[in-house]
């Protein structure tokens, strides 16, 4: 039984560039969520998808973009990549329903940007 | 927003030795879960715990929803628990919606 996993594990890109980051939920999950942890902080929800559309979004410019496909997989996008932006990226996935679904992390995609 | 501090911020034990992390949050939740973020930065969901008392081998939590805490108990400590020890609320019916609280460094030592 896959967990969740994530693509690429290491990024590293330029200030003004774009990047693209996967992820395919555990198997039977069907809601995508994404993070970001900056260094030596707790995660902070960028936003989460389910049935391909965004649900809830937190405190986070439009810069920040995702998709979710029929699949369940999703992605996360970020346009005008910010030296801030340099962070852990993680996605999880959850069961659908209201408050009583644990959530599963993948490993993580380390970006970094010069 | 919500708060969410935990206690103490950083731990040091040797091997053996018994610990609890505390949890305090400033208003009402759904939903409470504890993770552990081995150093390798891998997130591992421990508990899911809203309300009461579970266990699972050496771990243990107990969340009070009407104190706003919730407690890890970590006995005979390993070097493997070593990480960072997360609780994460969610408050407005978005089960994947968390806000983290700021963590506990846990080093345990041979």
């Known amino acids: 039984d896959a967990g969740v996993t994530q693509s690429p594990t290491h990024l590293i890109k330029t200030r003004g560039q774009q990047v693209t980051l996967r992820c395919s939920p555990k198997s039977g999950h069907d809601t995508v969520s994404w993070y970001q942890q900056a260094l030596g902080q707790g995660p902070q929800f960028i936003f989460q998808?389910?049935?391909?559309?965004?649900?809830q979004r937190g405190n986070f410019p439009d810069r920040f973009s995702g998709h979710q496909f029929p699949n369940y997989s999703s992605e996360l996008n970020v346009n005008a990549l910010l030296l801030g932006d340099s962070a852990l990226y993680l996605c999880?996935?959850?069961?659908?329903?209201?408050?009583?679904?644990?959530?599963?992390f993948g490993n993580g995609t380390r970006l970094t940007v010069t | 927003g919500i708060q969410v501090e935990q206690s103490p911020p950083d731990l040091i034990l040797q091997e053996g030795a018994n610990s609890t992390l505390r949890c305090n949050f400033s208003d009402s939740v759904n939903n409470l879960q504890w993770f552990h973020q081995n150093p390798w930065g891998q997130l591992i969901n421990l508990f899911y715990i809203p309300s009461g008392t579970k266990q699972n081998g050496r771990l243990s939590a107990t969340t009070v929803a009407t104190e706003r805490y919730s407690l890890l108990y970590i006995s005979s400590s390993q070097t493997t628990d070593s990480g960072v020890y997360f609780c994460?609320?969610?408050?407005?019916?978005?089960?994947?919606?968390?806000?983290f609280g700021t963590g506990t460094r846990l080093q345990v030592t041979l």
């Open positions: 994460a609320v969610e408050t407005d019916g978005t089960a994947s919606k968390l806000t």
């Open positions: 999880a996935s959850s069961l659908p329903g209201v408050g009583n679904s644990p959530l599963h």
């Open positions: 998808y389910y049935e391909e559309e965004e649900r």
